[in-house]
């Protein structure tokens, strides 16, 4: 896994731990897949942050976008199909320390996670998710996703998707995410601006990344995206309006927008916590009385 391997990145004066470098595995994924650029995005941010490698935990679901924390030398946690976000709030709960990072598919995020994805906003906890967004389920080589367009015609859809995508976006503003931004696999640097800026934020951060599939979504290309976007920052958009929030969150076709469309500070759910308030729960002593006997009988 990610964790062991020893990050290629020098030591910063300073600091004298080791920041994020890439590991030992190199991706899989076919060549040109969005998915790079996103993983450069994530080394990017957290070199820029100099946050130590041993305090960064990514956590993904499956998919082909969910092999990402292998390719890192943070801790890594590859958990089960649309269970990132529940698996990332239990080690934030558990050490509130650490900078901890969900990653995953459209279909893990959207479809079979969007329970945890909603519940997870509406608490604030203190995290960043950031989902590569192809619009396809990639690894099962080419079903509709719940992001597919309408009409796509996909492996599950012969005669074009009937089904409304899911906003993202949109869902995060209606669920309670309090900093909310889309980003593109053509723009590395906007879209490591943009993570470090959901690190650096106290509060739920979604970063929505558009991330081409190559090989299985021949719609929503490099091009499609290219030929449509433009930057919230060059457009006079407010991020502390939610009802500008809103009206940009609705432009989905001729443009796509790309940037942060929201931001708002509120408490996180560590705030709220009162146990987490004697420190990370990681350092705090167990309190099971008799647990000598408990494991005596379990062990
Ligand atoms: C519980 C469960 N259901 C279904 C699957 C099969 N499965 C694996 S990945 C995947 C979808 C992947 O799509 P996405 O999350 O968008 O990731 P991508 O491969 O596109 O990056 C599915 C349906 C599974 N592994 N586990
Ligand atoms: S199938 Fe698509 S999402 Fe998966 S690695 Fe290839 S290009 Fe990337
Ligand atoms: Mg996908």
Not at 13 to 23: E, H, N, Q, R
Not at 132 to 144: E, K, P, S
Request: with cysteine; proline share 6%.
């Amino acid at each position: 896994m990610a964790g062991t391997s020893a990050p290629s990145v020098a030591p910063t004066v300073g600091t004298l731990l080791p920041l994020i470098g890439k590991s030992d595995t190199k991706p899989t994924w076919c060549p040109g897949c969005g998915d790079f650029g996103v993983v450069a995005a994530v080394e990017m941010a957290l070199k820029r942050l100099k946050i130590p490698s041993h305090q960064v935990v990514l956590v993904s679901g499956i998919g082909c976008s969910s092999n990402l924390p292998h390719f890192l030398s943070s801790y890594g946690f590859h958990s089960i199909h649309g269970r990132s976000l529940p698996v990332a709030e239990g080690i934030r709960w558990a050490n509130h320390t650490l900078t901890v990072i969900a990653t995953g598919g459209d279909g893990d995020g959207f479809g079979i996670g969007a329970g945890h994805f909603i519940h997870t906003m509406r608490r604030n906890v203190d995290m960043t998710y950031v989902t590569m967004d192809n619009q396809i389920y990639g690894l099962t080589t080419g079903q509709a996703s719940p992001t597919s367009m309408m009409g796509q015609k996909t492996k599950s859809t012969p005669a074009g998707v009937i089904e409304n995508p899911i906003d993202p976006i949109s869902l995060a503003l209606a669920a309670g995410a309090t900093y909310i931004a889309r980003a593109f696999s053509g723009d590395v640097k906007q879209m490591a601006d943009l993570v470090a800026g959901g690190i650096q934020h106290k509060g739920f951060a979604f970063i929505d990344a558009m991330s081409p599939c190559v090989t299985y979504n021949k719609i929503n290309t490099f091009d499609w995206f290219r030929q449509r976007v433009y930057k919230l920052e060059n457009s006079g958009h407010d991020p502390t309006d939610i009802v500008q929030a809103w009206q940009r969150s609705l432009e989905w076709g001729d443009k796509v927008p790309t940037g942060l469309f929201y931001k708002a500070d509120k408490p996180t759910y560590e705030d709220l916590e009162e146990v987490l308030t004697a420190g990370p729960l990681a350092n705090q002593p167990a309190g099971l009385k008799g647990r000598e006997s408990l494991l005596d009988e379990f062990i």
